[in-house]
């Protein structure tokens, strides 16, 4: 059972350009986190939400999460060559509960 | 303070046999999972092991099993390789069983089973 969506699954744009890629779930979870991975490497944390509404910044990213704390979304801002990677959304029900992630979305930003 | 490693980087091995893949945690966090990535099913919880014992398992077979150290470095086996196991296989460590759970991961380990 996937109780994670993300969504696009694929994204192709030009630097510059702005995009939103999102999460979505019929689940609540007490958090969600956001990491980004890159080629032969392994993810790498870029956020935590906790609080529904919550909005997070960092640098040209945004994240949001919902107010009923069951979806979120990352919105990158002039995207750069650099924001390339695959971006991968995960939900905890509680500190001692194993993270649930999403399938990623696959960013490509074309010089 | 040095990231999580795990060895090897690359393995390669035939139908049948048996791996044994290795992780060093963040030094001083005690929780350490253990993941499958394939590019179909995307990131898939194996089991989570705290303070040596497992906490958390995920729906996979018996042939993979894992165990944690005193010292909190995990290895994880896999027994009568098949070839859908080949994937990258990645070790993260989190501080403790804090709200979060934050995963810190390590570069993984690429299996190929042929």
């Known amino acids: 059972t996937q109780l994670l969506e993300q969504s696009p699954q694929f994204l192709s744009i030009q630097e510059g350009e702005n995009l939103t890629v999102y999460c979505n779930s019929s689940s609540v979870f007490s958090s969600l986190q956001w990491y980004r991975q890159e080629p032969g490497e392994g993810p790498v944390l870029l956020v935590t939400v906790v609080t529904g509404g919550e909005v997070k910044k960092l640098k040209r990213l945004t994240f949001q999460f919902g107010d009923a704390r069951k979806d979120s979304s990352l919105h990158i801002t002039a995207a750069q060559p650099g924001d390339t990677g695959l971006y991968l959304c995960?939900?905890?029900?509680?500190?001692?509960?194993?993270?649930?992630f999403g399938k990623g979305t696959k960013l490509t930003v074309n010089p | 303070k040095a990231g999580v490693t795990q060895t090897p980087r690359y393995l390669i091995k035939t139908r049948g046999q048996q791996v044994t893949l290795s992780c060093s945690p963040i030094s001083g966090h005690r929780s350490v999972s253990w993941y499958q990535q394939t590019p179909g099913q995307g990131l898939q919880f194996l089991f989570e092991?705290?303070?040596?014992?497992?906490?958390n398992k995920g729906n996979f077979p018996g042939r993979f099993s894992g165990r944690q150290f005193s010292n909190s470095r995990s290895e994880m086996n896999v027994s009568t390789l098949e070839l859908g196991d080949s994937a990258l296989y990645l070790c993260?460590?989190?501080?403790?069983?804090?709200?979060?759970?934050?995963?810190?991961f390590g570069p993984g380990t690429r299996l190929t089973v042929l």
């Open positions: 995960a939900g905890a029900h509680g500190g001692s509960e194993k993270l649930v």
């Open positions: 993260a460590s989190s501080l403790l069983a804090g709200e979060y759970n934050e995963q810190f």
């Open positions: 092991y705290f303070s040596e014992t497992q906490r």
